[in-house]
C-alpha cells in the first residue's frame, strides 16, 4: 500500500466507519448505512387498566352522551319558554347557535386539557372535566341562569368541559392497554357513547309520562 491508498484508507476511517458506542446500524432505502441510537430497554410498561377503572371510564362516556341526547330534543321547547316573544324560526336559529357554542367548546377544550392533562396527569383533568359537565347542565335548571346569554354560555362550557372526558378517557385506554386489546376497548367506549345518546331521549319520554 503505497502512500495515496493509505491517506485513503485513514480518511474513510475517520469519516466514521466504525459504529460509535450507544448506536446501532440502519439501512436506508438506496443501501446507504447510517447510526440511529439505539431503543432503550428496561422500562416498565403503563400497567394495564383493571376491569372497574375500564367500567369507570365507559361511565363517563356514558354520562356525557347521556346528557347532549337527552338535552337536544328538548331545546326547542325550553327555548321557547324563555323566550316567549320568539317565532319558530328564531327558536331554531338559536338551537343551531347553541350547538355551535357546545361544539366550539369542544374544539377549543380537546388541544388545551390534552396539553395540561401531560403536565398534571389525566385521572385530575378527568375527574374535573366531569365535574364541570355535571356542574353545567345543574345549572340550566337555576332559574337565575335562565337569560338567552347564560344559556349560551353554559353550553359552551359544557363542551369544554366534555373536551376534558372524551379525549382524557380515549388516551388512558390507548395508553394503558395492550395492543391486541386496544380495538376492542375502543369499541366498548363507542358503544358506551352510542347508548348514552339512545338513553338520554329514551330519559325524557319516561320523565315525561311519569311527571
Known amino acids: 500500500m503505497d502512500s495515496h491508498e493509505r491517506a485513503h484508507h485513514d480518511q474513510r476511517y475517520s469519516m466514521g466507519v466504525s459504529e460509535s458506542a450507544g448506536s446501532r446500524p440502519q439501512v436506508r ?6 447510526t440511529a441510537p439505539a431503543i432503550p430497554v428496561g422500562i416498565p410498561a403503563p400497567p394495564a387498566l383493571r376491569p372497574m377503572q375500564l367500567a369507570f371510564l365507559a361511565a363517563a362516556v356514558f354520562i356525557v352522551s347521556v346528557g347532549y ?5 328538548v331545546l326547542p321547547a325550553w ?3 324563555q323566550i316567549p316573544q320568539a317565532d319558530a324560526a328564531e327558536v331554531a336559529r338559536h338551537v343551531g347557535f347553541l350547538s355551535g357554542a357546545y361544539a ?18 389525566r385521572p385530575k383533568i378527568l375527574m374535573a372535566g366531569m365535574v364541570g359537565y355535571v356542574a353545567s347542565m345543574l345549572l340550566l335548571l337555576v332559574p337565575a341562569m335562565d337569560s338567552l346569554s347564560a344559556i349560551y354560555a353554559l ?24 395492543q391486541a386489546l386496544r380495538a376492542r376497548r375502543f369499541a366498548w367506549l363507542s358503544a358506551a357513547s352510542l ?17
Open 104 to 121: 366550539a367548546g369542544v374544539l377549543v377544550g380537546a388541544p388545551l386539557w390534552g396539553m395540561v392533562s401531560d403536565r398534571v396527569g
Open 29 to 34: 432505502a438506496g443501501g446507504v448505512m447510517s
Open 79 to 81: 327555548l321557547a319558554l
Open 155 to 178: 353550553r359552551a362550557a359544557a363542551g369544554l368541559c366534555v373536551a376534558a372526558v372524551v379525549p382524557v378517557v380515549s388516551a388512558l385506554v390507548a395508553e394503558h392497554t395492550p
Open 195 to 211: 347508548v348514552g345518546f339512545f338513553f338520554g331521549p329514551a330519559l325524557n319520554a319516561l320523565a315525561e309520562r311519569a311527571g
Open 69 to 73: 341526547g337527552g338535552l337536544l330534543p
